[in-house]
């Protein structure tokens, strides 16, 4: 997960197991708490996570969640037009930067939350240069941003995704093609997910 500041270049990034919608707001989170606040416009490509059906011009049918978890922390999304990689080049920039420095030479981890551990602390190390036709630094420039940052709200949005199912006679439930196994006494009984 990148997100990257248009204005100041600040970037953020996590690694995840998997590009699924809970990853996709749990990188979105940890970003706004990073950043300290949420951008009011975030720009996106026409991921399937946020995007149901693309329209033609920038109209979009967004994910119901997505619509809910823009409402949450009250910012604009704005779609990139098909096929135009032009439009998100900082973002893509930052994806490129970061599989070079960040996992070149790969790196090894006891797990992924020291992994994020350690690329979060090479995002907050980032930033003490000026960009090209810039005449300040990363950093000085995002100080300048925070200000006009929307507040954070008092609680983070609940990532909890729920979903109905049925424990089969092996005493195991179906969520997302994976069987997960259940006490055996829940057999043929429906159970909700979380």
């Known amino acids: 997960f990148c ?3 248009k204005y100041s270049g600040k970037h953020f990034v996590r690694y995840y197991p998997c590009e699924r919608q809970a990853a996709f707001f749990d990188g979105h989170i940890r970003a706004f708490e990073y950043f300290g606040g949420v951008f009011p416009v975030l720009i996106y490509d026409n991921l399937t996570v946020a995007v149901e059906k693309v329209l033609r011009g920038k109209d979009r049918v967004e994910q119901e969640s997505f ?7 009250s910012f604009e999304a704005r779609f990139c037009n098909p096929d135009s990689g032009h439009e998100k080049g900082g973002v893509e920039g930052i994806v490129g930067f970061a599989r ?8 090894e981890a006891a797990d ?9 602390r090479q995002c907050m190390s980032y930033g003490n240069h000026k960009m090209a036709g810039r ?8 100080e300048e941003e925070k200000d006009h940052l929307l ?3 008092d609680t983070a949005f609940s990532n909890v995704q729920t979903s109905g199912g049925r424990v089969d006679k092996y005493a195991t439930v179906i969520v997302d093609k994976n069987r997960y196994s259940v006490p055996s006494r829940y057999a043929g009984f429906k159970v909700k997910v979380l």
């Open 3 to 5: 997100m990257r500041s």
């Open 67 to 73: 619509v809910k978890f823009k409402a949450y922390y």
């Open 100 to 107: 070079r420095n960040y996992m070149v030479p790969v790196p």
């Open 112 to 120: 992924m939350e020291e992994l994020n551990e350690r690329v979060l």
């Open 135 to 142: 005449d300040r630094t990363v950093n000085e420039l995002y």
């Open 151 to 153: 507040s954070l709200p």
